[in-house]
């Protein structure tokens, strides 16, 4: 009779062999047996089991250090399908990718954080059944949904407790969903779901202790500890976005005031430029008839293109960022910050004032090095990331 536990020690081997051909790309059987400390046998029974199961394939022959050569398995990228959904507060991303994570369609659309939750979540729904219909044919299909939610979440009940920006309150989005596509949904903060982005596929894969802070139009934080994502005994953590920089500062949406997001973020960008139209008049191309039609883009593309003002807000944002990473930088001494949403793709221009700023506020800089960078995967960090929740389940639990 096999017990339960033999089940779960063959559940933890086959996770522990698939992984090992995730993140060595192409790897034999016997370097898996000698890499895991599993004998041969074991190995070859599960590697059998996992092709059968369509998840990774055989995929030529590699060099022979003496004796047969041996056969290179990979994952099968057509194993099966991804969908992953940055929920944005004024716009929704959506990607479809294969097994190995893979853009293979994506497609982004505005919406109106005004509008009630039921119609931006009509459009969700929307957005995902496009991306089914661009799905290839695959063994197992639609393996999931991810989706990254600006606001607090409880993960495992897939639950938006509260979207401050876009004024959901307990929004059941996983039972949902569900119930009209009948596809497993996994939930998660945007900023969380960036941080994971930034481990399986940006910046952070090389990263043991990082954190990930999105700047958009809010500011979020995704703390990445020993590898893995800090959630806290809730699962609210990284709410470093209303952390109080000004006590007697701007009202925020969380009922707080002075809040750093209120400083380093879209909010503050714009509410900046709008200061700045409205009181002067400058060579800009930016200005009082035009800043309400104006995107985040536009701004950075002006920044870029050496727009006074566009850069003048962008340094200043900059620098307020700078002040709270020099705070998370105290406070977790990480190897690595990573800067990533809409603010960071003004490139040098904030990060040169983030550098700066934590140079002259964090002590910590003196005795442990720290690198500051823009995410590589910029707007596709939380998108990305919401495909790594299906994935991680599909590469934990392969009989998914
Ligand atoms: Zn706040």
């Known amino acids: 009779m096999i017990t339960a536990d033999q089940i779960l020690v063959k559940q933890i081997n086959k996770s522990l062999v698939l992984n090992y051909i995730r993140k060595k790309e192409h790897i034999s059987r016997a370097d898996i ?7 041969r046998s074991t190995v070859s029974a599960l590697v059998d089991e996992l092709i059968t199961e369509g998840l990774i394939v055989e995929k030529g022959i590699g060099t022979s250090k003496g004796g047969r050569k041996p056969v290179i398995l990979a994952i ?6 991804i969908i992953g959904v ?4 004024n716009y929704i991303l959506t990607v479809l990718t294969d097994l190995l994570g893979k853009i293979i369609w994506e497609k982004r659309i505005p919406i109106d954080p005004q509008d009630p939750p039921e ?3 009509d459009l969700l729904i929307n957005m995902i059944g496009k991306a089914k219909e661009n799905a290839p044919d695959t063994l197992k299909g639609i393996l999931g949904i991810g989706i990254g939610v600006p606001g607090i979440v409880n993960y495992e009940k897939g639950l938006v407790l509260m979207a401050p920006n876009l004024k959901w309150e307990n929004v059941n989005l996983k039972d949902i969903i569900e119930e009209k596509l009948n596809i497993p949904v996994f939930i998660d903060n945007e900023a969380n779901t960036g941080a994971i982005g930034e481990k399986w596929f940006g910046l952070g894969k090389k990263a043991t202790n990082f954190v990930y802070v999105s700047a958009g139009i809010g500011v979020g934080t995704g703390i990445i500890i020993n590898d893995e994502l800090y959630r806290g005994s809730s699962g609210l953590a990284g709410e470093m976005g209303h952390m109080t920089i000004d006590m007697n500062g701007k009202p925020c949406s969380c009922d707080n005031t002075g809040c750093w997001e209120e400083y380093a973020s879209e909010k503050a960008l714009f509410k900046y430029l709008r200061d700045q139209v409205s009181r002067y008049t ?3 191309d930016i200005n009082r008839e035009n800043i309400d039609t104006l995107t985040i883009f536009d701004i950075v593309d002006a920044a870029k293109a050496g727009d006074d003002l566009a850069v003048s807000a962008f340094r200043l944002v900059g620098k307020h960022l700078g002040i709270g990473v020099a705070g998370i930088i105290n406070t977790f001494n990480p190897d690595l910050v990573i800067i990533g949403n809409t603010i960071s793709l003004a490139g040098d221009i904030v990060m040169q004032e983030i ?12 005795y442990s090095e720290v690198t500051i960078a823009p995410s590589h995967l910029n707007m596709h960090a939380c998108a990305m990331g919401a495909v790594t929740l299906v994935m991680s389940r599909v590469f934990a639990s392969p009989n998914i």
């Open 282 to 284: 400058s060579d800009s």
């Open 76 to 81: 099968n990228k057509n194993g099966g399908s």
């Open 119 to 121: 119609k931006n979540i």
């Open 86 to 89: 940055d929920l944005g507060v």
């Open 355 to 366: 550098t700066e700023e934590v140079s002259k506020r964090s002590f910590i800089t003196k």
């Open 33 to 39: 047996a000698k890499k895991t400390g599993l004998n």
